[in-house]
């Protein structure tokens, strides 16, 4: 994405991008203008994006923003061991117990708080696979539900150094994941518990940024169709023409 800006914007010689989970960024960095995790991070930055439209409505609020648009969509899905030697079929096998499962954290992550979390919900298994823990870095069910402590990107590892046997991941991490060689296998997730119809990937201008200009040649530039193609070579599903439009974020 950013090398096919780049050589249609060639006047732009440098971008740096942050993938750490969004509600960290907000709060740690633009908000406070501080450290993530102990780590410096860039301030200022001029585009900020969510798989939840409520950090941007947290950013209204603190004028911070005023403008949205969607620009491309996900899904939830099961990663496994490849092969899935745990023969995992759906996600109402996480009630079982005899798998040992790696869930992103209810605390920084989105993915898990506002569609994993409820996912379980939707299925009655929440309190069993996570004993309504709500913790980072841990185990939320001794010996069985282990929380990540900053990326759900650290469940591949866990699964193939043995550690674990399945977590939720977005359908893009088990793609990218299969991609790269990893050990790694999926299993879908069937509609609407995949929440396909719910996870729309917002971002935004920020008005403290330093390049309001090329912050939104940027976002012209999602809108293209060879943006949109990149993103379904990826495994995201694109956005619709009214989403790529910009509208006023919503006020709740």
């Not at 780590?39 to 911070?64: E, I």
């Not at 969607?70 to 899904?75: C, E």
């Not at 996912?119 to 069985?144: F, H, P, Q």
Request: glycine content about 10%; aromatic content about 8%.
């Amino acid at each position: 994405m950013i090398k096919d800006f780049q050589s249609l914007n060639p006047d732009i010689v440098s971008i740096y991008v942050e993938t750490i989970p969004p509600g960290q960024i907000m709060k740690g960095q633009i908000l406070q203008q501080g450290e993530i995790d102990g780590q410096k991070t860039a301030v200022n930055p001029d585009l900020f994006a969510s798989v939840n439209l409520g950090h941007l409505v947290n950013l209204k609020r603190k004028g911070l923003m005023s403008d949205y648009m969607i620009y491309t969509h996900n899904k939830l899905e099961l990663m496994v061991a490849e092969g899935n030697p745990k023969g995992i079929e759906g996600p109402e096998d996480l009630a079982r117990d005899d798998l040992v499962q790696s869930h992103p954290n209810p605390v920084t992550e989105g993915i898990f708080r506002f569609y994993g979390s409820e996912m379980l919900k939707d299925l009655g298994i929440y309190e069993k696979v996570t004993g309504n823990a709500e913790c980072r870095s841990c185990w939320a069910v001794e010996g069985r539900t282990w929380f990540t402590s900053r990326h759900h990107r650290e469940t591949p590892q866990r699964i193939e150094d043995g550690e674990a046997d399945v977590g939720i991941v977005w359908t893009t991490e088990v793609v990218h994941a299969k991609a790269t060689g990893r050990k790694v296998d999926g299993v879908a997730i069937l509609a609407p518990l995949n929440k396909e119809d719910r996870v729309g990937y917002a971002i935004g201008v920020l008005q403290s940024g330093r390049n309001p200009y090329n912050a939104m040649r940027y976002l012209s530039y999602l809108g293209t169709e060879r943006a949109q193609a990149i993103y379904a070579k990826y495994g995201f599903g694109r956005a619709t023409a009214d989403e790529l439009r910009l509208k006023p974020i919503p006020s709740s």
